[in-house]
């Protein structure tokens, strides 16, 4: 069974920074590409970052682009999401998302089909 488990979220002033990660079991972690995700209230979740299986290629998001920094360890089976520079629009639950197509980093959340439980990030003004 697989299981994706953030953790570092919480509460932050505005210019501050966090740093997730997400722990995945259950799965051959060096084959998938991971993304992260997330989803203020009121709003679709959306996509923000991904990393290819062996860690080759990263997306970003404009709305995180040149802020955030998505990285892997596959040795630890675990995925990272850097945020620096933080503003109070990011404030919204973070998901991190495995997808077997290890190759890519898709935009649409299909593509992946195992989700953690998601991690609250707060930013305040």
């Known amino acids: 069974q697989v299981h994706l488990v953030e953790s570092g979220g919480g509460l932050v002033q505005a210019g501050g920074s966090l740093r997730l990660s997400c722990a995945a079991s259950?799965?051959?972690?060096?084959?998938?590409?991971m993304g992260w995700f997330r989803q203020a209230p009121g709003k679709e979740r959306k996509y923000i970052a991904g990393i290819t299986s062996n860690g080759g290629n990263t997306y970003y998001a404009d709305s995180v682009k040149g802020r955030f920094t998505i990285s892997r360890d596959n040795a630890k089976n675990t995925v990272y999401l850097q945020m620096n520079s933080l503003k109070p629009e990011d404030t919204a639950v973070y998901y991190c998302?495995?997808?077997?197509?290890?190759?890519?980093?898709?935009?649409?959340?299909?593509?992946?089909?195992?989700w953690g439980q998601g991690t609250q990030v707060t930013v305040s003004s």
């Open positions: 998302a495995a997808d077997a197509s290890g190759w890519r980093t898709s935009t649409l959340r299909d593509a992946y089909p195992y």
């Open positions: 259950g799965l051959t972690f060096n084959r998938y590409a």
